[in-house]
């Protein structure tokens, strides 16, 4: 099957049971891979009374169709649930090279169900597969050494492992999944899945000899990819991220008033220069690091005074335990941030409840008592002590474990959580972007700068997915046709897996699926992947309950800063939304796509399923 | 009267409004290099320009005679001379430029991520000269 190995492998923890499951071609050429295809072979099982932390909830780990070849930054796979964090979708990538991995070995991806009576691991050496105890690991509070010992356990020094930490085993809902050199699937709480599951961690390795992808038209394929590399890896966005890293546009998004700071209150922080790619790489940076086969290589390695040389972070870890909490110690920074990675919690949520916690104790509604004393702005070490309160859930930890939106209700300021359906947002604002505004509120994950970075549109300029129109940052509803088409380009993206840092052009990336596939889609076919995988998401969270009501931004965002280079702007966001609504094809009322909408999509079958659903009054996760 | 682009008296003109600029000298307070403006044609070779910039000011600026002595800058910015227009013209976003290839950007880019605005408050200066744009 071009482009694919053409099955899963399928694990079922509580039995025991391990087959394969072929993936139908005709599936395949409706959603492609990745987060797109999951939620076509998850649809069925992901229900409303589903636990997400229950041993039915299905965790899927799935690659696309250049997943394993030396495509432009194709390296990603996707893990996708019903989220602990939000109760809706879940999906999250990674890079690194478990995903190319999992493909030399013979599978698309795998499923897993059930849960392991006891702690246990999973071991994939080509066509042989093993659940083996994990007694020993659990408990393991560091995730590179839980690879380190399971790789020697393997005899398989260059085994690829995707495991959780102590924060996965503890049910923590912005719990994530790590492997290889700090890669993570760090959004909606799929390391708590996986712990749910008593899964330490998966471990693959692909035999010898059989490290290549069956490729409709190899030569083709091979020419396009040398090409698309070259032009890739000299374009000017690529030099800035192998320079700098993702936050070498920190002082740009700074300048532009687009990085939030002190917990989304404040339009400027004098030492958020400091905290940068750029500074990173005139201080601490030792060396950088790929994902597979990328050209890009946009990871950072660094080396702090007396200390082992190890990840350095990216542009999320960066603002989230520096400008939000005002901290311009780049190196208290990444001690926080490889401290959430050896725990396995995502620092974007992780950092966020840290946030809110700094505010609320400034505001008098968080005391030193049961904060284990003061969280003052600009002191990482306060922080530190609440990402170990949190993971012992001791006193205020308990609630912290549980995001911003329950610790804000715990103080009663709810409302002073920064957060959509349940998951904390991004460090993208939308009062400086305003199309982030709608990417926020309608992302079938909750606020999500994955599902379309659109602030590399509004301010970075790049418009290759986004119909080439330059429009301002700050417009308003006339920007909402855009938005969704950039949605729909990245869900292909999402689909594929590849890596939103290699701005590829659209024609080249639709040669590279067609050499893979031979599915020979016209662009616009190709478009429609995503919009119809867009379509399909929010018709599973319709169905687990979640309205108009939900497509919504915290108080935060809309209220305008006082200085920055953003100042005194916040979206026109109702009208936004109404406009996004009409561009989507989507109902006003119940916030569902319409009959029209879904039949144009081929999606009749689920247009039958939702018209069942009565009316919602509203969603929370609790 | 419009000022010839690419010209001595162009980049000379560039050097007189940078240095009369109040925003410029804040904006790029801490930039330190020089750069060619490099015009590339299809029959003939490149034309350079060239300024030294330095804390907010720009301390020379010159029309190079060949390629052949022109000394090593810390930037390059390569672009035909349709695209340098349509910059210089307002017609095409700076940063769109620069991130879609259409003006090339040879250096130390860790320099020119720190300094943003003043790569911007450059261009927004460039753009007040009354320009014609020599074929």
Known sequence: MNGYQGRLLTVDLTTGRIETLPLDLALLRRYLGGSALSAALLYPRLTRGLDPLGPENPLLILNGPLSGTAGPSVGRFTVCAKSPATGLWAESNCGGFFGPELRFAGYDGLLITGKAPTPAYLWIHHDHVEIRPAHHLWGQADTYLTQEKIRAEAGEKLARVLCIGVGGESLIPYSLLLCDHGRVAGRTGMGAVMGSKHLKAVAVRGAPGERKIPLAREAEFNRLRSGANLELRNSTTSTVLRETGSSGGAEFFDFMGEMPKRYFTSGVFEGAGRVSGASMAETILSGVSTCHACVIACGRKVKLPGEAEGKGPEYETIVGFGPQLLVDDLAAITRLGRLCDAYGLDTISMSNVIGLAYLLYSEGKVTAAEAGGPLEWGDPSAAERLIHLTLRREGLGEILAQGARALGRHCRAEEEAVQVNNLEVAYHDPRASSGMALVYATSPRGACHNQSDYFMVDLWKDTNYANGELQDPRAGAEKAANVALHQDWRTVHNALVQCFFASVPLATTLSLVNAATGFDYSLDELREVGERAWNLKRAINNRLGLTRANDTLPKALLTPYAEGGSAGLVPDFPAMLSAYYAARGWDEATGRPTRATLLRLGLGDVADDISKIPPQTGWRTD | ?135
């Open chain 2, 1 to 135: 009267m419009a000022t010839p682009f690419p010209s001595d008296v162009w980049i000379k003109a560039l050097k007189d409004r940078l240095n009369n600029s109040a925003a410029y000298a804040q904006a790029a307070k801490n930039w330190e290099g020089d750069l060619y403006f490099q015009v590339d044609y299809a029959d003939r070779a490149p034309a350079l320009l060239y300024v030294d910039l330095w804390h907010g000011q720009c301390r020379d600026a010159y029309a190079v005679a060949g390629t052949e002595t022109a000394q090593k800058a810390a930037f390059r910015l390569s672009a035909t001379m349709e695209n340098f227009s349509k910059v210089l013209k307002s017609e095409l976003d700076p940063i769109q430029a620069m991130v879609t290839g259409k003006i090339r950007v040879q250096g130390n880019m860790v320099m020119m991520m720190k300094n943003i605005p003043a790569v911007l408050e450059f261009v927004r200066t460039a753009q007040q000269i009354e320009t014609e744009f020599l074929v």
